[in-house]
């Protein structure tokens, strides 16, 4: 639509509201339905024009704490997008169900002329206020839009091009809209389009978010019509309580259940209680086949009106023990509305679920640390270095059910007179380095919360005294008082040293000791670990969310998923990892790093209005792993001596000794020929290209050894590949 002069504006919408020919088929029909209700319900008169509205600073208070858990969920999601779209002059508002906008994102140098245009925090967009604008025909209408120059009711802002995509509740009611603005924007309406699946693409995910927070105490499953978007980025999901019936849906979720019932999804709240059988061939005793454990290509929904979705399903966050008594000594919170499941082999808390892929030595664990969790007892953490220690001790905090704050403290990383103003605070003008107002210590600070103390076995000695009062008498006293404050707080500590040998070599008080590790907990090196790859999967599966939440907005509708190479996973698989989880994920954030551009995978996912295209995989291959990791293999594999890690100063429990079994014999390849060289095959699902990558050797030698040493035995390699 080209830019119209206030008299023309004023004339086109007079003549539509008499039903006049006019340009309204250039205009878009949410645009003419809310002109419509302008005119007919709230009687506005185009020529009156007045500026955008900031309600009061007290009134905007109300209106932020009321949407206070909302605006902390959507957060996130909010910043995300407006990172994708840096640098374009985008502006974020997050509106309340009144139309004022509550959160905002927003270059604070045009704070000005934002403020003046009503993009800013406290502006009102209600249409019957406002006239059309996208905010107020989004709540109007339920239903996301475009609103581009002209298209504004009121000329005052027929400058601006603002597009808006609704969020709802759990219980299908509008809650707030989400709406992207320009000051200035191309002529074109259609410039705004990508705009449009971006902002929605947003409200579905912090409609996903809000779910996922509001029920942790039931099972959610999570759909998608493709399975490589499915533990990535659903479509829509729906919570399950513990009878099997349907708590709580996403829009998007309403939508698919009301058509599989064949409802309008305006009735959503019949589907509400429902048995989750009335809509898919599954009860609630299937749930736990759906886990993450299995690849989402097998994990099938039919659903009743013979359509077909992948699902996935994430038990409840909380455990729900049997009786209240092993609730309490479980350490573990239950919720007033909370059933137990009917199925439900719960074990841990999903705080708690995360930290491990598999391994039963870490799962059993973890079940202590899940006993522990809500006990006030001091907990001390063992393990080498990044073998998860801090990881496990924000876990502790986050299924203790105290309020107060983690904090954490590296003891050392900080010089001993900081380190006790950091730990105990100090009065004004008692430290010189301090500021003139004193400051309150971490101590104080963990007041009702979880303090952890990284490497303790590192404090200095007189500190060690110090927190032996504090620990004994649970009270503390900032440097320069005399008196001391009480103080609640659960330590956990950590130490990659053995604290027993400190205390032999006189370098850590016995007491101490005593007082920190009513409760220990050993974390294992990774390379002791059974469930390495499976870590792999699923840190590649955070970094795959981690890239499609923040890459640049022309690729964002294109979800992408890194995949591994045979050749990378054995070698993944057979790195004895001294630097532990810690050198796993940043060697996976290296080699994601790298990896080359992706190519399109077959699918094509259906629903383009969420914003989505081709699914882009990206394989990670030996080469894009860090020099060492392809060294190490390459040395193991050859029979080569492995310099690399014994060159460092990496302790001795790291050494190649340690590798996995089925890879222990690997460097003697030639010791036993066949039986190595048809294991290998077996690992590498007979890719005969990828054996003679591991090798270094080429594809021919491969196919002579195996003619020469496995002759006529059957041997699974890959015969289709190209020769
Ligand atoms: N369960 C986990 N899942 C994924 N990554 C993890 C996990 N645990 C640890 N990591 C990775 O390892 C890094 C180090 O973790 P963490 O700080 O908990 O180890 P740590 O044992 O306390 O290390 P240090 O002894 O050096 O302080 C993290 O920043 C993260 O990248």
């Not at 002209?150 to 809209?177: K, M």
């Not at 309008?264 to 709240?269: N, P, V, Y």
Request: charged share 20%.
């Amino acid at each position: 639509m080209p830019s119209q002069s206030h008299t023309a504006h004023i004339q086109e919408i007079e003549a539509f509201g008499q039903g006049y020919p006019t340009h309204a088929h250039e205009r878009d029909r949410a645009v003419l339905s809310s002109w419509r209700r302008c005119i007919d319900h709230h009687q506005l008169d185009p020529a009156q024009t007045c500026e955008a509205y900031i309600v009061p600073e007290g009134q905007l208070r109300v209106h932020r704490e009321e949407s206070e858990p909302l605006i902390r969920i959507a957060r996130s999601g909010l910043e995300h997008l407006y990172q994708q779209l840096k640098g374009l002059d985008y502006v974020l508002l997050l509106a309340d169900r009144h139309g004022i906008a509550v959160d905002f994102l927003g270059h604070e140098a045009q704070a000005q002329d934002l403020r003046q245009a009503g993009l800013y925090l406290g502006a009102e967009w209600r249409e019957d206020r406002a006239g059309t604008s996208a905010v107020g025909a989004c709540l109007a209408s339920g239903d996301a839009l475009v609103v581009h120059q002209s298209d504004h009711f009121d000329f005052t802002h027929s400058q601006l091009s603002c597009t808006a995509a609704p969020i709802y509740d759990l219980h299908g009611e509008l809650a707030a809209v989400l709406d992207l603005s320009l000051l200035q924007a191309p002529k074109e309406r259609a410039s705004q389009s990508l705009a449009l699946n971006l902002v929605i693409a947003a409200a579905r995910r912090v409609e996903l978010a809000n779910l996922m927070a509001q029920s942790r105490s039931d099972w959610v499953l999570r759909f998608a019509q493709s399975p490589d978007f499915l533990d990535v980025d659903p479509d829509a999901a729906i919570s399950i309580d513990g009878r099997g019936r349907i708590r709580a849906m996403t829009h998007a979720g309403a939508h698919s259940l009301s058509t599989i019932a064949g409802i309008d999804w305006r009735q959503r709240h019949s589907l509400i209680g429902q048995p989750l059988e009335h809509f898919f061939d599954c009860d609630a005793c299937h749930l736990p086949e759906l886990r993450r454990n299995r690849a989402a290509q097998e994990r099938i929904l039919r659903a009743r009106d013979g359509s077909i979705v992948f699902a996935h399903a994430m038990e409840p966050q909380r455990t729900v023990p049997r009786s209240p008594r092993a609730a309490t000594q479980a350490g573990l919170n239950t919720g007033p509305n909370e059933h137990p499941p009917t199925t439900a082999p719960l074990t841990l808390p999903n705080v708690l679920e995360t930290l491990h892929a598999g391994d039963t030595a870490i799962h059993a664990l973890l079940l202590k640390a899940a006993k522990l969790a809500a006990q006030k007892l001091p907990i001390l953490i063992q393990g080498e270095t990044g073998a998860g220690k801090e990881y496990l001790a924000r876990a502790l905090h986050q299924c203790s059910g105290r309020t107060g704050a983690f904090i954490a403290i590296n003891c050392a990383a900080i010089p001993e007179p900081l380190l006790e103003s950091e730990l105990f605070g100090y009065l004004p003008g008692t430290w010189t380095g301090g500021t003139s107002k004193g400051r309150h210590g971490l101590i104080e600070a963990a007041h009702g919360g979880t303090l952890f103390l990284d490497e303790i076995g590192d404090m200095p000695q007189g500190l060690q005294a110090k927190l032996l009062r504090v620990l004994s008498e649970s009270c503390v006293t900032p440097l320069g008082a005399h008196e001391a404050k009480p103080v609640d707080i659960r330590v956990i500590s950590a130490s990659h040293r053995t604290l027993a040998h400190s205390v032999a070599s006189g370098e850590f008080r016995q007491d101490l000791l005593y007082r920190l590790n009513a409760a220990e907990l050993v974390l294992p090196p990774l390379r002791q670990r059974s469930d390495v790859l499976a870590m792999v999967e699923r840190l590649l599966t955070q970094l795959s969310e981690q890239h499609n939440a923040s890459h640049t907005d022309a690729q964002a509708a294109q979800p992408l998923h890194y995949t591994l190479s045979e050749a990378a996973r054995i070698a993944l698989q057979s790195y004895p990892w001294p630097g532990n989880l810690r050198e796993l994920h940043n060697c996976l954030r290296y080699a994601t790093a790298l990896c080359d551009a992706p190519c399109c995978s077959p699918y094509w996912h259906q629903d383009q209005a969420l914003g989505k295209g081709l699914a882009l995989m990206a394989t990670i291959d030996l080469q894009h792993l860090p020099e060492t990791l392809q060294m190490s293999t390459a040395q193991s594999l050859n029979g080569g001596k492995v310099v690399a890690h014994s060159e460092t100063t990496y302790p001795t429990s790291a050494q190649p000794s340690a590798w996995p079994r089925h890879l222990e014999g690997r460097a003697s390849f030639s010791a036993q020929p066949a039986q190595e060289l048809e294991q290998l095959l077996a690992q590498c699902q007979g890719n005969v290209s990828e054996v003679a990558r591991i090798l270094g050797v080429n594809r021919s030698t491969i196919h002579r050894r195996i003619q020469r040493l496995l002759g006529s035995r059957q041997v699974h390699w890959n015969r289709s590949e190209p020769h």
